[in-house]
């Protein structure tokens, strides 16, 4: 059933607004579907969806607060049918996570050994696991933990593991070619974490305060970008654009620097996909705490009033006015997103589904009912209120 959204709604809609998420693109909306969750868990936390829909993440039966001690790492075969992942008899047995999903279905994340306690990287087939790794010493530290972060298509894994002395330095790994640390151990001083891997097999993170891409191909493998702040890279695509963090800004890579948000928005991109469709989460202080949006940005809408950061809770049709979509993690290469969701104080993950059927608009979103959601044309609600939904971001081409 299609909920109408109400004025109370529209109000904390405008109020995240964060001075630059926008309305809908002309023709794109979304309907929410939640994902099955096991037992009466009530903290889901999804991370990546592949092509095909499959779906990964983690989760824990505990309310309002993550517990390491029990958490599991979850695969979704579809938004119905939820697969706790295995953890290979008693050896790994205390903890696990799921972080990406590549689109044969091999997962990767990181596990917690029985014996040791330590936390090592680890691969799943399916749900099913595969092996354990990462535990290799470096400069003469040993690994005290591991973690996978990113495996592409040709199964090639990055992640990075803590050593002895400290410090964290981004690998990457596959079954064949085995564990190579690479140019990541010249580095005397600062911790390196990687984020993601495309199939160009160009890896991407964090380099002490700036983001590096790590080419194995390329003559000079190693590129670090700084630019006198925080810089995190936190995703590339197979056309090798980027999405960064500099600061509290979101910036789009790819032959130019395309900012989506201004200083006056805190952004975390999260992913993108091969159309340089970018999505996160946005927050802003509001008098008492810190409000979070997902968002999505287009830079190839159609026309100027359908670009720009716009929050997907203004364009997306759920099952109840209690949701909120706080995060969107990831977006496959069909436009579906998967998002975290706060419904009556319980995380949740959601499977966003694109529609681009101006007919379909749902009247709780379309309110004038003229088929189309942009800011040229400001939607008026059913009480006869304007959408104060105006942008004031503005991309800066």
Known sequence: MIEKITMEKLKVVALILLGGLTEANASTFYTAEELVTPYDWTYITPSAINDNGEIVGTGSPHRDAFDARIASALYWPTPNSIQIMSRYKDKYSNYSAAYDINNTGMIVGEIQSTETGEYVAVRWDHGNFIEAFGMESANGASTVSARATSINDQDVIVGDVTL?????????????????????????????????????????????????????????????YANGGYYSIADINDQNAMVT?????????????????????????????????????????????????????????????????????????????????????????????????????????????????????????????????????????????????????????
């Open 245 to 397: 963090q500099q600061q509290n800004l979101c910036v789009l890579k790819h032959n130019q620097q395309i900012p989506l948000s201004d200083n006056n928005t805190s952004c975390t991109p999260k992913a993108l996909n091969n159309n340089q469709v970018v999505v996160g989460t946005t927050n802003q202080f509001d008098t008492k705490s810190y409000l979070y949006h997902a968002f999505v940005y287009d830079p190839y809408a159609n026309n100027s009033c359908e670009t720009g950061m716009r929050d997907l809770n203004a364009i997306t049709v759920t099952n109840s006015d209690e949701v909120v979509l706080t995060e969107a993690v990831d977006i496959n290469e069909s436009g579906q997103i998967i998002a975290t969701g706060v419904v009556n104080g319980e995380t949740r993950a959601f499977l966003l589904h694109p529609s681009t059927d101006n007919q379909a608009i749902p009247l709780s979103l379309d309110a004038d009912q003229d088929g189309i959601l942009d800011n040229c044309d400001p939607e008026v609600t059913p009480n006869n209120v304007a959408a104060w939904l105006v942008p004031v971001l503005y991309l800066l081409l």
């Open 164 to 224: 002895s002395n400290g410090l964290s330095r981004a690998f990457m790994y596959n079954r064949f070619g085995g564990f190579n640390f690479g140019e990541f151990l010249t580095d005397p001083e600062n911790h390196i974490f990687s984020t993601s891997i495309n199939n160009n097999n160009i890896a991407v993170g964090e380099l002490g305060n700036s983001g590096f891409s790590y080419n194995p191909s390329a003559k000079n493998r190693l590129n670090v």
